[in-house]
């Protein structure tokens, strides 16, 4: 599967972003979905995942209660919402897929960059 990432811009604090995960192929359903970000000179983290059934979600402690993943399967797309934005969730955004959530996620996207000014 290859991904797509999109949605990424400059924001003020406090705004609102949705990032979007585009999937090609006829299996998008079938694989569990994860966001990571990257900022410059650390280590890329995790931001937050959905199951493959889309039941499941799990999210980092820095992004809870203000970032939601959902994935609409006709689509063939994954959403990241992220409300209530601050300087330190500036990073750039992958989107990350491994099929039935199982092992290490096998297929990563292009970045796309998200910048919160202060």
């Known amino acids: 599967v290859q991904l797509q990432a999109s949605g990424g811009g400059l924001v003020q604090a406090g705004g609102s972003l949705r990032l979007s995960c585009t999937a090609s192929g006829r299996t998008f359903g079938s694989y569990g979905m994860g966001w990571f970000r990257q900022a410059p000179g650390k280590e890329r983290e995790f931001v937050g995942s959905?199951?493959?059934?889309?039941?499941?979600?799990y999210y980092a402690d820095s992004v809870k209660g203000r970032f939601t993943i959902s994935r609409d399967n006709a689509l063939n797309t994954v959403y990241l919402q992220m409300n209530s934005l601050k300087p330190e969730d500036t990073a750039v955004y992958h989107c990350a897929a491994r099929e039935y959530d199982i092992g290490d996620y096998e297929h990563w996207g292009q970045g796309t960059q998200v910048t919160v000014s202060s």
């Open positions: 959905i199951s493959w059934s889309g039941g499941n979600t």
